[in-house]
């Protein structure tokens, strides 16, 4: 359940000691995550903020460059379409970034400032809201639709969950062949395919941006959707996503992209406010 926000401004409180924050993607229109922050911040009392920063894609590399020149900018999370992109300006990875081959959070190495830890915490907070609900992955038949930095995420966690394969779709062929091996590798049994619902699977993933206009195509074909598969969707939105409405029409559970977001962010908030602490430490 999405955290309540505190609408209290943090204005009047920031200061220079203010640890800053920055959510960077493009676009960030419906990106939830500074808000959600800044009210756990204000509830505890602490001494920080985040801001969302939109930032041009033939300009992140720079722009992340000269960010990281800001003394009190201590971290940052990472958001479509730089979640593969910034594993470049990371001196160190968690094991769940290594796995996956994305990030969605840089935050500064506690004893050497100068120095970029990356992890990646999409899969760990997706996996986690399936637990909620019930989802059992174990012998599990998917289809993920989007092979990006987040479709990685989800693949690896799944995996180390217990899928038994993974039907894999992305517009870009090789970067989903790319998801295929590396799924093949841990043992899943893992195809490329059509983005179509089948009644073999169990679940149905969409890690792609389609959705996040109400007037946007399904992400994937479900002609063939059984009541007994369960959808997921990791569109942030303030609509219903196409892919959810429909879901739910056909008696599916759903999983829509504010649980993806409220099953990881403890797990974020304590790596951007308690680095030293927490490093390496999420992986069980």
């Not at 204005?11 to 756990?40: C, E, Q, S, W």
């Not at 009541?227 to 942030?236: E, I, L, R």
């Not at 999983?255 to 030293?276: I, N, S, T």
Request: charge should be neutral; proline fraction near 5%; aromatic fraction near 4%.
């Amino acid at each position: 359940m999405a955290e309540a926000i505190d609408l209290r401004s943090a204005a009047a409180t920031l200061n220079g000691r203010t640890r800053l924050f920055g959510m960077l993607g493009h676009p960030v229109d419906a990106v939830r995550a500074p808000a959600m922050f800044n009210a756990r911040a204000a509830r505890l009392g602490a001494d920080a903020a985040m801001v969302a920063l939109d930032v041009p894609p033939d300009r992140f590399e720079r722009t992340v460059g000269a960010l990281r020149d800001i003394g009190n900018l201590h971290g940052f999370v990472v958001t479509a379409p730089f979640k593969v992109r910034a594993m470049a300006l990371a001196h160190t990875l968690g094991a769940r970034a290594s796995a996956c081959g994305s990030l969605n959070l840089l935050v500064r190495c506690p004893n050497d400032p100068g120095r970029w830890h990356g992890d990646a915490l999409d899969g760990l907070g997706f996996g986690t809201a399936l637990r909620d609900s019930g989802f059992g992955c174990a012998g599990a038949r998917v289809l993920l639709v989007g092979a990006g930095g987040v479709g990685s995420a989800i693949a690896t966690e799944l995996a180390a969950q217990g899928v038994l394969a993974i039907d894999i779709h992305d517009h870009d062929p090789q970067r989903a062949a790319a998801l295929v091996r590396r799924m093949q590798a841990t043992g899943v049994l893992a195809n490329l395919a059509a983005p179509r619902v089948e009644p073999v699977h169990d679940l149905a993933i969409n890690a792609t941006p389609m959705g996040g206009r109400r007037t946007d195509d399904l992400p994937m074909d479900l002609a063939a959707l059984q009541s007994w598969t369960t959808v997921a969707d990791v569109v942030m939105a303030a609509h219903e996503t196409p892919l959810v409405a429909a879901a739910r029409a056909a008696g599916c559970r759903v999983q829509d992209g504010q649980a993806m977001l409220d099953g990881q962010f403890p797990h974020l908030y304590r790596m951007l406010l308690e680095p030293r602490h927490v490093f390496d430490t999420i992986d069980s």
